[in-house]
């Protein structure tokens, strides 16, 4: 394929012809092709004024150059009149234009040419040269269209144009972002060629042994002639050929015909958790002993079900499920989608020990699902947050009639051969589960989800599947007094999908004797980072209830970083956990949430404008409760204090320890002991209240009278200094990849300043650009996209992204009062 704009040309499909005459081979790169390229670069762009430019552009329309994926709202101001409401992160929406200009070589003019966008967001349409190619109003499902007839080839130039239509407000629940926010590929192939999305792999039957390994591949011949072709089917184990089928085919003209291939792996290394292990099959398409069609699909050996009584297997292995639920955004990215971004967020969950990723409410990125394929989580790909009937005024509900079908169909075939993918969700919290109306939208979304996938359980999420009065569960559960939702007791379900409700938890074997338990959503515990309130032994529940305004709360709308406060449909972090880790019929829970994400800032309305449900906040710095998780969820060995010792003299302080792999922990202040304390039954962590002496907090844990971690907190002075970490010295030069900075504000001795919120303002030098700044403030409302930010709790986060040209980044901070820290990335 070739494909310029201005005077480059990308000559992908001239490298394949040298390619393409060889046999098949024993090394994969001997033998794929690529069929696409990265379309992301030198769009350009324009956001409509509404009142001037009244929908429409024109030749005086001012455009600007950028490249995508790209998400116009996070360049807004956040705004308390926001049609978005703080619900969508007071960030605007819009009518936006795209455009971009490029030419494709004569001799491709007897190929397909098609463009793919893997997410607009939303009500995109697109035209080529002036022809509509179509609507699509979904923002989260990528489609395709083919251009080939509407394309000038050789020195012609060819010109897209995409309307992004986010104007009408509030259509989302959370920030959804604005704009064509996922990737944008360009495939070229020949007119007889392996459909979009067009393999199906499964393994019916895997042992240690041996397994089974079925194809289903769609063929499209778009040539105006019958074709005779031989498909062949070949599996590697990374670069190294493991087996493979051949099959001649007859195909109509301008058809579609699937072919059914079979094969056996020996000996297969199978997908688990912890290691991760992939194969590819490579699909090519030869006519007249010549491949003109590669294709590949990566797919993992696994074998796993959902027991009733002993919850999740995998490989014979029970596995209790540790998942969080995520949003799409990227915390100061905004929705713009990037692949390091995602990595870092999964590279944090999996030091917590997570290993199970919800997609809420929608179709993910399909990175994030290449991402959980190569390191290991077990994904609940999410369809749904409405069906008919609507949670906002102008959302995805007002489309279900025309769009639901097609956009579930399009996720299916898209996700379907992903090993990380163990449950579709066909909706969450939909209003409909609680009639009849419901039950048969289900029946048909179940149809069509088994309809292109019989290999995993499909689930919804209902809040809850037992319609009680949970605060006197037991008392009903003993009267008998349980009323089934409609569509947890209709039979359509694999999985009875619980959001929160976890005091009916261990009654479920009761309620749905014959269907299996996953928690779809728990939790709704709410924090702030670095925040403490004085007293952390109480619980309090903010909101007092979801349809209520709060009017209570503390100044400034923190919330205490103990694990003390959840909303009244929720639980603690530590309660919902000591019930899924009891019995083994509780397969597993996905916790709300794994970060905080911009909008929905229960229990508070503006000026909060990010949420509080994050285990990490919205810089990707953990709360103290991720520490709980740790300890419970891995091998590592944990000692985690807190809060900081930065309080005034005299005063009364709650000091708690997540501690795991020791009997006790002690805990002294100035080198004198508080005291020992040692968890009891099924606590989870351990507690003193102390009046507070400046100096050195230090914790000692303990086993059999032997030291296993120490961990000391000091008193820190006035602020003096920056300090910059970054998550990686060296980047890639692509002008995608990321270096994550942290900027810890510390004394003269080099401790973090825990009270320090100074403005820090930021300068790069060299081939690269900062893309992000973040303190995790719920309540900040500087922009994410400027050059400085206010500090929380003595720390910022600062992304930097590479640009296109091997060399040095130097990033550096300043604030008033303090030492300015310069930091070096590398990229090549």
């Given at each position: ?59 005086s ?10 998400d ?6 956040f ?10 992160g ?20 007897t ?28 923002g ?70 041996k ?83 590669q ?14 009584n ?10 209790k499920?540790?998942g ?48 959980c ?109 349980v ?72 100044p ?49 309305e503006?000026?909060?404008i ?47 320890a997540?501690y ?33 002496e400046?100096?050195?907090?230090k ?26 970490t ?27 300043a ?43 986060l ?30 090549e």
């Open positions: 394929m070739h494909i310029r704009k201005n005077i480059k040309s990308i000559s992908l499909w001239a490298v394949a012809a040298g390619v393409i005459l060889l046999n098949s081979c024993t090394k994969k790169e001997d033998a794929f092709i690529n069929r696409k390229v990265s379309f992301n670069t030198d769009w350009s762009f324009h956001l409509n004024d509404s009142i001037i430019d009244k929908d429409t552009i024109g030749t329309t001012k455009w600007r150059t950028l490249d995508v994926p790209h116009w709202s996070i360049e807004g101001k705004d308390e009149k926001s049609p978005a409401g703080y619900g969508g007071a960030l605007n929406g819009g009518l936006g234009w795209y455009k971009k200009s490029f030419k494709v070589a004569a001799e491709d003019s190929k397909v040419t098609s463009i793919t966008f893997d997410g607009v967001y939303r009500n995109s349409e697109v035209w080529i040269n002036g022809h509509y190619l179509g609507k699509r109003p979904n989260y499902i990528g489609f395709q269209y083919d251009m080939s007839p509407y394309l000038n080839y050789g020195d012609k130039n060819n010109e897209i144009i995409v309307k992004v239509d986010n104007s009408k407000q509030p259509n989302s629940r959370w920030y959804s972002g604005s704009g064509i926010f996922r990737n944008v590929w360009i495939e070229t192939t020949d007119k007889l060629h392996v459909a979009q999305w067009g393999t199906y792999v499964t393994t019916p039957k895997v042992t240690a042994e397994a089974s390994v079925n194809f289903e591949t769609t063929i499209q011949n778009q040539y105006a002639a019958e074709k005779k072709a031989t498909i062949t089917t070949t599996i590697f184990k990374e670069d190294t050929k493991v087996t493979s089928v051949t099959q001649n085919i007859t195909i109509g003209a301008n058809a579609n015909q699937t072919l059914k291939q079979s094969a056996e792996v020996e000996t297969p290394i199978l997908w688990s958790v912890e290691k991760p292990e992939l194969y590819t099959a490579v699909t090519e398409i030869s006519l007249d002993d010549k491949i003109i069609d294709y590949k699909t990566n797919f993992g050996i696994r074998d796993f079900k959902f027991d009733l002993k919850g999740f297997i995998l490989n014979g292995k029970q596995v499920i540790k969080v639920c995520l949003h799409h955004d990227l915390g100061p990215l905004g929705s713009a989608i990037n692949t390091r971004a995602i990595e870092r967020q999964l590279e944090i969950m999996k030091e917590m020990g997570v290993n199970g990723i919800r997609t809420s409410h929608n179709p993910p990125a399909p990175e994030l699902l290449d991402l394929d190569k390191m290991g989580f077990i994904v609940m790909d999410e369809a749904f947050d409405m069906w008919k009937q609507t949670k906002t005024k102008y959302d995805y509900g007002n489309d279900w009639d025309k769009w639901h079908k097609k956009d579930l169909i399009d996720q299916l075939l898209r996700d379907r051969n992903h090993p990380s993918i163990f449950v579709w969700s066909i909706g969450n919290e939909i209003p409909e589960q609680w009639n009849e109306k419901g039950v048969e939208i289900a029946k048909e979304l179940a149809a069509i989800t088994r309809q292109y996938d019989k290999t995993r359980p499909l689930t919804a999420a209902m809040n809850p599947p037992v319609n009680m009065n949970i605060d006197a569960v037991t008392l009903q559960f003993e009267k008998k007094d009323s089934i939702n409609p569509l947890a007791g209709s039979g359509v379900l694999d999985l009875i999908g619980y959001n929160y409700a976890h005091q009916t938890y261990e009654h479920h074997l009761k309620n749905f004797p014959n269907t299996p338990f996953i928690a779809t959503e728990t939790t709704s515990g709410l924090q702030t980072r670095g925040y403490y309130d004085a007293v952390s032994d109480t619980i309090k529940k903010w909101p007092v209830s979801w349809d209520k305004k709060f009017d209570g709360g503390n400034g709308n923190t919330v205490s970083a103990y694990d003390q406060v959840q909303t009244p449909w929720g639980s603690t972090h530590e309660a919902t956990w000591k019930v899924i880790k009891k019995h083994d019929f509780l397969s597993g829970m996905y916790i709300w949430t794994g970060f905080d994400y911009i909008g929905e800032p229960t229990p508070y503006w000026p909060s990010s949420s509080y449900f994050g285990i990490a906040d919205l810089a990707g710095f953990p709360k103290d409760v991720y520490y709980m998780y740790q300890s419970e969820w891995t091998d590592k060995t944990v000692l985690h204090i807190f809060p900081h010792w930065n309080w005034k003299a005299g005063q009364t302080v709650d000091v708690w997540y795991n792999k020791a009997d006790e922990v002690e805990l002294f202040v100035n080198g004198k002991s508080v005291g020992k304390r040692s968890k009891k039954g099924d606590d989870l962590h351990v507690m003193w209240r102390i009046p507070f400046a100096g050195t907090l914790a000692v844990s303990r086993k059999d009278g032997k030291v296993v971690l120490e961990k000391e907190i000091k008193t820190a002075g006035n602020p003096s200094q920056l300090k910059l970054a998550d990686r010295s060296t980047i890639k030069a692509d002008k995608n990849d990321l270096s994550f900075i942290t900027v810890d504000i510390l004394d003269d001795k080099g401790t973090l825990p009270n320090a919120n100074n403005e820090i303002n930021f300068s790069l030098k060299g081939n690269g650009k900062i893309v992000g700044v973040c303190s995790g403030d719920p309540v900040s409302h500087e922009s994410y996209k400027g050059n400085k930010h206010t500090a929380l709790a003595g720390k910022c600062v992304i930097v992204q590479s640009g296109d040209q091997s060399g040095r980044l130097e990033l550096t901070a300043k604030a008033n009062g303090l030492k300015q820290s310069t930091i070096v990335i590398t990229t």
